[in-house]
Every structure is written in structure tokens, then in C-alpha cells.
């Protein structure tokens, strides 16, 4: 057969799908006379702070990224077992949800410390720098954190890119989960089609006429979910994530957060 740009997607898609019609964990993509493994990316990702200049400094992102399905569910169980671990050695109710609110900050750091393997990432907003036309309503500043979420998000990976731990062309879906909080379902299909016009599709500015490619090349599917952090370990673990970032940040601390932290500072 013939070797095209066709063939070689139409392979990736035909060894990659599960017959189960479940996400895929992962297929090959045979590109010139080699077999490359696909992989796909697992994002967890939560919030700290308040997006309100006159109240709050800062704004935070914080977060945990998986590159196999294998490597979140052994996290899973890790951070579960973390979680146990407090409750046996505290007071805390059996049906509390161990988020950064509820906790000491002696336990939040122990949390914290369990996810050090892992790569972890924070958004550092510092709002006082921020346009203040921004801040004039809810659409504009919804939009403005999708953007720094983004960004944010693309200095990581391009991070891992540098780190040798993946490479571009072989990312074939990312898989993001936020926290729901009190997002509306509409923010939910915003943030979906901001991600993808960055990593899947690319992005165009129309003022200078420049066409900048996405970094993955064969990214296939872009999913993002909102996530209730009772029912998901690693939302939870990225809430502590945020909220120590925060912490730091509003402490002139954060050159204390290095260990498997990439930070994006904005503006």
C-alpha cells in the first residue's frame, strides 16, 4: 500500500478505537516503515481564589497530568490511600470529603506531598496586573480564564515536550476534568472549543494574518468534563494542589513549589 498522510490516519484510527466503544487507552500509528505508540493525556484540574481584583491578589489554577490510563488509576488508588491514611490518624467524619477547606495545613501539606511523582502545574494570575476591563462583566471574565487555562495548560505539555516524556506527534486524545463549582453547561462547550482550537485545530490571528499549528499533530479528540471532586480522587488531589499555590502565592512563597511543578505566570 501505498504510504500518504490518508493512510497513515486511517491506520492510527483503525488499531487505536476499542471495539467496546469505550475512550481509547492507547494504539499504534505506523509512520514510515515504524510503529509509534499513541497516547493520551489525562488532565485534572481545579481552582483557588476568587476572580475579583478589588477583593483578591491572586488567582489560581492548579492541577495533575497523566500520560496512561494506567499511571491515573495507580494514582487513584495512591491519593485514596493518602486520604485513609488522614482519617485513621484525625477526626475527621468518615463521609467528609477531604478538600483543602476542611483540612489542617499540616494535612493539606501531606496531601500535597503525595502527588509529588506526579507532573503537577499552576496558572499564577495576579489579577492587580490584569486589564480592568476584564473584570466589567461575567462573559468577558470567563473568557479571559479560559484563555489563561489554556495557555497555562500549553506551557506544561510543551514543557513535556522539552522533558522528552512525550512527543507531539504521538499525543492522540486529551482527556481534561475540572471541577463543576457552579459552571453553566455553556461554559463547559466554551472551554471544550477553546482547547481545541489550540491543541487539535491551531489558532489564526486575523490581525497579522498568522496561522500558528497546533502542537499535536494527530490530536484526535479533545473531551472536557465537569467533575463533582466527592466522586473523583484526583480532583480532589488538584484542589489541594490549587489551594497550596494559592497559599504560597499570596505569601511571596512560590519559589518553595518546585518538585514536579510547571508554573505559568500571568498577565
Known amino acids: ?135 466589567s462583566n461575567k462573559k468577558d471574565k470567563q473568557r479571559y480564564l479560559d484563555f489563561a487555562y489554556k495557555i497555562g495548560l500549553k506551557n506544561v505539555f510543551e514543557h513535556l515536550i522539552r522533558q522528552k516524556q512525550i512527543k507531539p506527534d504521538e499525543i492522540e486524545n486529551l482527556y481534561v476534568n475540572v471541577d463543576e463549582h457552579t459552571t453553566a453547561t455553556n461554559g463547559l462547550y466554551e472551554l471544550q472549543e477553546s482547547l481545541e482550537q489550540e491543541f487539535k485545530n491551531g489558532t489564526y490571528n486575523w490581525n497579522y494574518n498568522v496561522y500558528f499549528p497546533p502542537i499535536f499533530t494527530n490530536l484526535n479528540r479533545v473531551s472536557v468534563s465537569f467533575c463533582n471532586s466527592e466522586h473523583m480522587p484526583l480532583i480532589r488531589a488538584a484542589d489541594i494542589i490549587a489551594n497550596r499555590l494559592y497559599y504560597l502565592a499570596c505569601n511571596n512563597q512560590l519559589a518553595l513549589a518546585r518538585q514536579n511543578l510547571c508554573l505559568k505566570y500571568l498577565p
Not at 72 to 101: F, G, H, W
Open 1 to 135: 500500500m501505498l504510504y500518504t498522510r490518508a493512510t497513515e490516519l486511517t491506520f492510527k484510527r483503525t488499531v487505536s478505537t476499542s471495539a467496546t466503544g469505550k475512550p481509547p487507552q492507547g494504539g499504534f500509528l505506523f509512520c514510515q516503515e515504524r510503529f509509534v505508540y499513541l497516547m493520551n493525556i489525562f488532565v485534572y484540574s481545579d481552582e483557588s481564589g476568587v476572580f475579583d481584583y478589588l477583593h483578591n491578589n491572586y488567582f489560581v489554577f492548579g492541577g495533575i497530568i497523566f500520560l496512561s490510563r494506567n499511571e491515573k488509576d495507580i494514582a487513584t488508588r495512591k491519593y485514596l490511600n493518602a486520604e485513609r491514611t488522614l482519617r485513621r490518624n484525625r477526626s475527621y467524619d468518615k463521609c467528609q470529603e477531604l478538600k483543602a477547606v476542611y483540612l489542617s495545613n499540616a494535612d493539606k501539606g501531606k496531601l500535597f506531598r503525595s502527588s509529588a511523582q506526579y507532573q503537577r502545574f499552576g496558572i499564577i494570575i495576579n489579577q492587580n496586573k490584569v486589564h480592568k476591563q476584564i473584570f
